[in-house]
């Protein structure tokens, strides 16, 4: 069966349409799950209007600030089908979490919250304004993110919508930096108030993405346009990949994928084929989508950041479309170094699509980190003290041959007594434990 027969592409649909059937199955337990998972924290709600009871997914809406409040609430409806001649194809859910002293939860009545709260008044006119019918939801929470996890799952909501902004960015890649910087020998003069401020992330966003409810887009830099003219979409994130298509291709309008163009990065020193092999899978990708008229574009970069890059600098698009990095049980990511470095530098809109996990690995992954976080921690000082100490057993000296001459002697003795006895203990005198801890030290690091 050749990758490129319709044999082939009719088992890969199949093979895509039961793994959302078994999501879909999942999905009950899994809530379930959540409810006993969920911390007390989530907050009370204090306002809400329901959207109606059409029988359409949902899709909620997270506004914060009222200068960015419009702009996501225009994407909002696009992705719910406004415009399209069939209708409005989902529900929106616009929601937002105040804190508990917040003044306008005590003094306003919850029918006048989208009037005394300005982001949601907002997102409520403008979505209004493209034809969607929308609700909303007003919570009282310490927690912002426990609380958006708390209404997405009430709502059973199949997508959710955040803002991101280039500070948030640049605080996410200073965070990165610290995390590096203070494994270093450096580390002891950053002070632990410096460490935890560079730490710092937008704590409902990070929320969130550490354990999404459902499938989160984040929409970040300048205001994006829609319907956007020619969305770039950056392939190489697996099966992902096509969730993240399906999201520019509703965001451009066109359901035949004119004008969208999807990216493949290969090396520059690549063996031959390499980049014939990449545009294959790229229009194997756009065919099980069904977007013949999509262009592809593969080229050379060190990075698929530089590929990006270099691929914006021709001009002529308006978006970046992107999925976060794959991630598996113990190795977690919110976005990924490709998508957190494109949407610090580029100039134009970026959208980070973080698919939910599916169910069992969701399951993995809470119960991971459950024992992760009552697993003993060191403080950035004691890793700097542990380095130092190791580093300086694994180097040579006068007590390093001594002991290996030692050991080289007893083992000799060993094998001409043929006593493996003599022989293990040999391997105990030996000081080789400290450089076996090293490499590992290393390997971890």
Known sequence: MKPGSSLARRARVRARALRLRLRAAQAPWVAGFERRMAADADGV????????????????????????????????????GAGSPAGPTHDVVVVTVVAPDAAVAAESPPEALPQALPALGQALARLEAEGIAAGWVVRAASDVGAALRREARHQRAGLMVMGWTRAEAHALARAAEARDAITTAQADARTDGEAAELAVLPASLGAVLQFPPADVLIVGGPAPRVPLRRPLVLLG???????????????????????????????????????????????????????????VRVVAATSRAEGVQAVLGEGGFDAVVMAAAAETVIKRQLFGGTQLEVSQRAEVPVLVLRPRAPGFRYVLQRVWSLLYDHLPKI??????????????????????????????????????QSSPAVIIGAMLVAPLMSAIIAVALGIVE
């Not at 950035?380 to 000296?397: E, L």
């Not at 007590?399 to 290996?404: A, G, L």
């Not at 030692?406 to 003795?413: D, E, K, T």
Request: no cysteine; net charge neutral; aromatic share 2%.
């Open 237 to 295: 994130s697996g099966r992902d990949d096509r969730v993240a298509l399906d999201h520019a291709v509703a965001l451009a309008g066109d359901p035949s994928g004119a004008g969208v163009a999807v990216l493949t990065v290969v090396p520059p020193d690549a063996p031959r084929g390499a980049a014939l092999s990449a545009e294959h899978r790229a229009r194997r990708v756009l065919e099980d989508a069904g977007l013949g008229a999509a262009a």
């Open 379 to 416: 403080t950035p000082a004691q890793q700097t003290s542990i380095q130092a100490v190791i580093g300086d057993a694994t180097r040579p000296n006068k007590d390093y041959f001594v002991m290996i001459g030692l050991s080289a002697g007893i083992a000799a003795l060993g094998l001409v």
């Open 45 to 80: 709600v204090i306002g809400s209007s329901a959207p109606g009871e059409h029988g359409r997914p949902r899709i909620l809406l997270s506004v914060v600030r009222a200068s960015t409040a419009s702009d996501l609430a225009r994407v909002t409806a696009r992705l719910a």
